[in-house]
């Protein structure tokens, strides 16, 4: 499934620090987000779920984590 509604993108040294993986995880209700052995990774088939809680900004340093609305002409969430 290809989500429609909504993209992650998390930037590459965030993405593969293991402790803001797991925060990450922690703190997302819909789970986008799995803490891998090698850091972040996206559960694609979850993006569409987000909730737009803004708890994955707030666990990592600002501006690393971007949640794109793609159904509202690609704003960012909390921008
Ligand atoms: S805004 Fe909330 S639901 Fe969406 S990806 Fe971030 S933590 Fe998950």
Known sequence: MTALF????????VARD???AAKLAEVC???????G???VEI???NLDECVLCELCLRVAPP????VIKLY?????LGA
């Open 6 to 13: 909504i993209d992650v993108q998390v930037d590459d040294e």
């Open 29 to 35: 209700p819909v789970d986008i987000f799995h803490a």
């Open 18 to 20: 293991p402790q803001i």
């Open 63 to 66: 501006g690393t984590v971007k």
């Open 72 to 76: 509202d002409g690609g704003a960012v």
């Open 43 to 45: 559960v694609e088939d």
């Open 37 to 39: 052995p090698n850091g």
